[in-house]
């Protein structure tokens, strides 16, 4: 069965810091990955691919290292508003199907 | 340009009923996934359609049954509903067209929130 793997937190941070979230997954042969972010009760939207070395889109930046099988999110100067559940996700190889984490949750403090 | 739109946003049913889940896909796109979300875990996959065929199932029983009509909706059907059906029922649509990939970015729409009593 192929999963991924996330530290469910929450991770408590100041407004201002940097946090970085971790994410292994099972399946080596997988060759693209996703974050998503929730927010409470509400859907997934995506939040960045990575496909290959990794992502940069603003105060995000997601690492993928295919060597150790994880997947990482930095988020620098956190808002307030930046406060939600990420979750990663595998796009699987060979396969339509998206495999989730089950999500970290952050809460950014003011 | 809507989004993905699903209805209903809430439902109630009772166990041993059956129940039947909408959704419109985003404007464009041809391919429809549903997916079941448990308080406190992530979405898992149960199903995907294209040119209203399923295409890819996920480990869910036969219970769980879909369609997809021409105009790319798609409707999820559960039947024998047991409590632990209770969940966030989260449709994504996405589209292949001219790209050939496998998951190309999927858009969820808002989802339905099923409780079985």
């Known amino acids: 069965r192929k999963e991924v793997e996330q530290d469910p937190g929450p991770f408590n941070v100041p407004e201002g810091a940097t946090v970085a979230f971790n994410c292994t997954y099972s399946?080596?042969?997988?060759?693209?990955f996703f974050w998503y972010r929730q927010d409470c009760r509400k859907e997934p939207k995506l939040l960045m691919s990575v496909y290959s070395s990794g992502n940069e889109d603003g105060r995000f930046t997601a690492q993928l290292n295919r060597a150790s099988q994880y997947i990482s999110l930095l988020i620098r100067d956190s808002k307030l508003s930046d406060s939600a559940t990420y979750l990663c996700?595998?796009?699987?190889?060979?396969?339509?199907?998206?495999?989730f984490g089950k999500g970290t949750k952050l809460s950014v403090i003011p | 340009d809507a989004g993905v739109t699903q209805s209903p946003t809430h439902l109630i049913k009772t166990r041993g009923q059956q129940v039947t889940l909408r959704c419109s896909p985003k404007?464009?796109?041809?391919?429809v996934s549903w997916y079941q979300q448990a308080l406190g875990q992530g979405p898992q996959f149960i199903f995907q359609y294209y040119e209203e065929e399923e295409r890819q199932r996920g480990n869910f029983p036969d219970r769980f049954s879909g369609h997809q009509f021409p105009n790319y909706s798609s409707e999820l059907n559960v039947n024998a509903l047991l409590l632990g059906d209770s969940a966030l029922y989260l449709c994504?649509?996405?589209?292949?067209?001219?790209?050939?990939?496998?998951?190309?970015?999927?858009?969820f729409g808002q989802g339905t929130r099923l409780t079985v009593v």
């Open positions: 996700v595998d796009s699987g190889a060979g396969s339509y199907q998206l495999t």
């Open positions: 399946n080596s042969a997988s060759q693209s």
């Open positions: 994504a649509s996405s589209s292949e067209r001219g790209t050939g990939a496998r998951n190309t970015e999927a858009f």
């Open positions: 404007s464009g796109h041809d391919t």
